[in-house]
């Protein structure tokens, strides 16, 4: 049974545009509940993330947030760090350090910037990037087709504290026209296990004139098997990757996400080169949709 009541709110994250994003549960004042209290709740929202809020122990940071899918913890995850920080300041919060945020997580401190018109930005974690071999490739050539992989920008394992299988297709037509149903999945399912990833980031680039740089899919391939509406720590991934393989459409950009579940998420992705600046930062709007009291 619940013992006491905290503040709640469901926001909307990557849209400015209510149920077009990605939702996220935020629980606040949630020192105190155990970590099996925490997965529970998170599997009762059945969103593919749950925050849930405290006070920070580092005494750098202005928040502490710990961060639940449906089945299990993460370190880190974009869009509940934006749609955390979102919900912090919509609560009245006044930040340490006027228009910054700083984030206690699994992965440590996570940096968040105020970009203006109601968009903030984090600045994407560190990662490890790790190629596939030849025949990884092969078999995952085989099941994507008829998506042509662009392997001139080879696809890798990507971990910046959620990891991504990132692979690269010839255009955004082809990454919204492809099916991860039958025969392929089992092949993506392997390939996922062997990478140690938590699933395929697929992305592609539109025309010049289209509505983003990039179309991007994710798809989470083992204990939730979904398609995410919109997501941070995959653009995060994209864009430190593009970097690697020197690849970078420019020093900013856009992804498009959730078009084939009916969403329109929006990423912007900013990288930054100063020796004393954070080498890339994700950015999104985030709008509140649930404003009350949650009882745990």
């Known amino acids: 049974m619940p013992t006491r009541t905290v503040q709640f709110k469901q926001v909307d994250v990557f849209t400015a545009i209510p149920f077009k994003g990605n939702p996220l549960a935020v629980i606040f004042d949630a020192?105190?509940?155990?970590?099996?209290?925490?997965?529970?709740i998170a599997h009762w929202t059945n969103l593919s993330e749950t925050a849930f809020l405290m006070p920070p122990t580092d005494p750098r940071a202005d928040y502490r947030v710990r961060i639940?899918?449906?089945?299990?913890?993460?370190p880190f995850a974009g869009h509940p760090t934006l749609g955390s920080a979102h919900a912090l300041i919509d609560s009245g919060y006044a930040p340490k350090t006027p228009g910054r945020l700083v984030q206690q997580c699994g992965v440590g401190l996570v940096e968040l910037a105020d970009r203006g018109d109601g968009e903030w930005a984090f600045a994407a974690p560190p990662a490890t990037i790790a190629?596939?071999?030849?025949?990884?490739?092969?078999?995952?050539?085989?099941?994507?087709?008829?998506?042509?992989?662009?392997?001139?920008?080879?696809?890798s394992a990507v971990n910046n504290?959620?990891?991504?299988?990132?692979?690269?297709?010839?255009?955004?037509?082809?990454?919204?026209?492809?099916?991860?149903?039958?025969?392929?999945?089992?092949?993506?399912?392997?390939l996922v296990?062997?990478?140690?990833?938590?699933?395929?980031?697929?992305?592609?680039?539109?025309?010049?004139?289209?509505?983003?740089?990039?179309e991007l899919r994710v798809i989470l391939l083992g204990a939730e098997n979904i398609e995410d509406p919109v997501t941070g720590s995959a653009n995060a991934a994209l864009s430190t990757l593009l970097t690697a393989q020197d690849k970078r459409p420019g020093m900013r950009f856009t992804v498009r996400q959730g078009t084939a579940l009916g969403r329109d998420g929006r990423v912007s992705i900013t990288y930054d080169d100063t020796?004393?600046?954070?080498?890339?930062?994700?950015?999104?709007?985030?709008?509140?949709?649930?404003?009350?009291?949650?009882?745990?």
């Not at 639940?68 to 993460?74: H, K």
């Not at 980031?201 to 990039?214: I, L």
């Open 161 to 190: 504290g959620v990891p991504w299988l990132v692979v690269r297709v010839r255009d955004a037509a082809q990454c919204l026209a492809m099916s991860l149903h039958g025969p392929a999945r089992a092949t993506l399912e392997a």
């Open 68 to 74: 639940f899918t449906t089945a299990l913890e993460l």
């Open 31 to 40: 020192e105190g509940l155990s970590t099996e209290r925490m997965q529970e």
């Open 193 to 214: 296990a062997e990478t140690g990833t938590h699933g395929i980031a697929v992305y592609g680039p539109h025309e010049p004139d289209g509505p983003a740089t990039f």
């Open 275 to 296: 020796a004393s600046g954070a080498p890339v930062w994700i950015g999104g709007r985030s709008v509140t949709v649930i404003d009350g009291t949650f009882g745990i």
């Open 131 to 155: 190629p596939l071999d030849a025949t990884q490739n092969e078999r995952l050539a085989g099941a994507l087709a008829p998506a042509v992989i662009d392997f001139s920008a080879p696809p």
